[in-house]
C-alpha cells in the first residue's frame, strides 16, 4: 500500500528539482522578450508567466520523447509569456482599424502597379503626411500584428516533444496553409525588408543591432519593420481572421 505513494514523493521530489534548477532559464527568455516589447509592459509580469510555463513544463516532462528538458521547457516558457503579452495588448481597436486601411491601401497599389509600393506612395495614396506615415510604422512594429516570435515557427526545427495539447486536425490543416502563406509572403517582400525580419526574428537581434549593420537609426530600422509586417498583412488575404484569432 505504501508503494503508490512513495513513487507519488520520487516524482513531486524530481519535479521540484527541474523547477528549481531552471529559474535562471525563465528569467533569460523573459529578458530576452522583454526588449522587443514596449515599455509599458513589466518585467516582473513576464517572469510571473514564465514560471507557470516552466511548472506546467516540470509537470508534463517526458524524457522519453527526445528533447532535453531545457529545450521542452523554453518552448512552454515563451509561450506563456507570449500568452500573457498577448492578453495585456494595449493597442486600442481604432488603431486596428487604422492599420487595416493601410494594409487595404498597400494591396490595391501593389495589385494596380504590380510593384513594391514605397512610404511615400502608400503616404499620398491615404492623403497623409510621410511623417505621419512612418510614425504610425513605428507604431505597428510595437502592435502584435503576427506571431513571428513564436519559437521553432518552421515546421522543420520542432522538436519532438511530450504535450497535452493537441490541436484537431482542422486546426493544424490551418496552421500549416498559414506557415506556408507566411513563409512565401515575407519571400516577396523587399529585400532590405526581409534583412530586417531575419535579423530581428531569426537572428534575434534588438532594433540598435540591426541599425548598425544596415547603417541606419534605430528609429528607421523601426519603420521598416512597422512597414513589413503591414505589408505581409496585406499579403495574407483569407488569413486575416485566422491572424486576429492567433492574437
Known amino acids: ?26 528569467k533569460r527568455i523573459a529578458h530576452h522578450i522583454m526588449a522587443k516589447l514596449p515599455p509599458n509592459i513589466e518585467l516582473d509580469d513576464l517572469i510571473q508567466a514564465g514560471m507557470l510555463g516552466l511548472i506546467e513544463a516540470a509537470s ?10 531545457e529545450t521542452y ?5 515563451r509561450g506563456s509569456i507570449l500568452d500573457e503579452v498577448r492578453k495585456s495588448d494595449w493597442t486600442p481597436r481604432s488603431v486596428h482599424r487604422r492599420y487595416r486601411h493601410i494594409t487595404d ?5 501593389e495589385t494596380e502597379t ?22 504610425i510604422l513605428r507604431d505597428s512594429a510595437s502592435c502584435r500584428l503576427f506571431s513571428l516570435s513564436q519559437p521553432y515557427a518552421d515546421s522543420d526545427r520542432t522538436p519532438e516533444v511530450a504535450s497535452d495539447d493537441h490541436a484537431l ?7 500549416d496553409q498559414f506557415k506556408e502563406r507566411l513563409a512565401e509572403a515575407i519571400a ?23 541599425g548598425l549593420i544596415l547603417e541606419v537609426s534605430e ?18 488575404g483569407d488569413f486575416v481572421d485566422y491572424l486576429e484569432r492567433k492574437l
Open 105 to 109: 491601401a498597400i494591396a490595391k497599389l
Open 219 to 236: 528609429s528607421r530600422v523601426c519603420q521598416i519593420h512597422g512597414q513589413a509586417l503591414l505589408r505581409l498583412r496585406s499579403r495574407m
Open 1 to 26: 500500500m505504501s508503494y503508490p505513494q512513495r513513487k507519488s514523493t520520487v516524482a513531486d521530489a524530481a519535479t521540484q528539482s527541474l523547477i528549481t534548477d531552471n529559474l535562471v532559464l525563465v
Open 169 to 175: 486536425p482542422d486546426d493544424a490543416l490551418e496552421e
Open 188 to 210: 516577396r517582400l523587399p529585400e532590405r525588408e526581409r534583412l530586417v525580419l531575419s535579423l530581428y526574428y531569426q537572428q534575434d537581434m534588438n532594433l540598435k543591432e540591426v
Open 73 to 77: 521547457a523554453g518552448i512552454r516558457i
Open 60 to 69: 508534463h516532462y517526458d524524457a522519453t520523447r527526445g528533447a532535453s528538458f
Open 114 to 135: 504590380g510593384e513594391h509600393p514605397t512610404e511615400q506612395q502608400v503616404a499620398d495614396s491615404l492623403d497623409m503626411p510621410l511623417d505621419e506615415y512612418q510614425a
